[in-house]
């Protein structure tokens, strides 16, 4: 069995969803920016979550991707912001604990110009918990590494397919 990915890595699938599942939790609105995109995927986004700024830079998409995110204040997070003007997304995310092993599926249900898409994404501990995983009924269509649904690409304005 393989270590736990370095620090840096996340091992990540995304799914979408068709309908909202019951009992869904209260969620936390999300105004996420993006200051560059590298034609190879590479970003840098900065993000209101709630209270919290930070600045991300992310490598292209993929299940497996290095992340670095730095908290930053409010202060020089407007500063950065007003620089993402037309490369943007709002959402609210949702936390939902599933019943494997301690996984969470975080919710996005987006708004603005895609309002309607709902997303989930799971974080797991190693690439053997992803090929384990069995979704939920809930969980729709896997889109991991598909670029039409990546938050990048909905900020440049990217329809989603139907």
């Not at 996340?10 to 105004?31: A, H, N, S, T, Y």
């Not at 204040?73 to 407007?78: A, P, T």
């Not at 037309?86 to 996984?103: C, M, Y």
């Not at 975080?106 to 997303?119: A, I, P, Q």
């Amino acid at each position: 069995m393989r270590d736990t990915p370095p620090t840096g890595v996340e091992i990540e699938r995304k799914f979408l969803v068709d309908r909202l599942p019951d009992g869904l939790p209260e969620g936390e609105p999300i105004d996420q920016g993006y200051l560059a995109i590298g034609d190879d995927g590479v970003e840098v986004r900065v993000r209101r979550r709630g209270d919290t700024t930070s600045l991300t830079i992310k490598s292209g998409p993929g299940m497996i991707r290095i992340e670095e995110e730095f908290p930053i204040d409010e202060r020089r997070f407007e500063s950065l912001w007003s620089l993402t003007d037309g490369r943007r997304v709002t959402k609210t995310r949702h936390l939902i604990p599933l019943d494997d092993d301690g996984l969470t599926a975080e919710l996005d249900v987006y708004s603005g110009d895609h309002d309607g898409l709902l997303t989930a994404e799971i974080e797991f501990p190693s690439v053997e918990a992803s090929d384990a995983f069995t979704p939920p009924a809930w969980l729709g269509r896997e889109v991991t590494g598909d670029s039409r649904f990546a938050n990048q690409g909905l900020a440049l304005g990217r329809r989603t397919p139907s």
